[in-house]
């Protein structure tokens, strides 16, 4: 079994910063690349940022330069650390990553998702 567990989320005046926190737990083996979506009501899930295990990023264009994605491999932890946050930044918060809970074939690597957190911005 495993578990993604989201902090950070809360209420915070536009152009404030937050820092969102995504810990892995339970039986894994390895994790390939993490990230963050995020879903506003009534909008589809989009992806904020991603990172892979080697530490190679990739943003939305509606965050460059404000949000940073990192990641603490000993302790299966991905941060997005998100800055100058604007009303539209509004949303739920996920925590996706792709583990492997075994070695070989028969543990192929599998999505997990976190519970969420809510940002919301105020102007």
């Known amino acids: 079994q495993v578990q993604l567990v989201e902090s950070g989320g809360g209420l915070v005046q536009a152009g404030g910063s937050l820092r969102l926190s995504c810990a892995a737990s339970?039986?894994?083996?390895?994790?390939?690349?993490m990230g963050w979506y995020r879903q506003a009501p009534g909008k589809q899930r989009e992806l904020v940022a991603s990172?892979?295990?080697?530490?190679?990023?990739n943003y939305a264009d509606s965050v460059k330069g404000r949000f940073t994605i990192s990641r603490d491999n000993a302790k299966n932890t991905v941060y997005l650390q998100m800055n100058s946050l604007k009303p539209e930044d509004t949303a739920a918060y996920y925590c996706?990553?792709?583990?492997?809970?075994?070695?070989?074939?028969?543990?192929?690597?599998?999505?997990?998702w976190g519970q969420g957190t809510q940002v919301t911005v105020s102007s």
């Open positions: 996706n990553a792709d583990i492997a809970t075994g070695w070989g074939p028969s543990f192929p690597p599998a999505d997990y």
């Open positions: 339970g039986s894994i083996f390895s994790i390939n690349a």
């Open positions: 990172i892979t295990s080697r530490g190679s990023t």
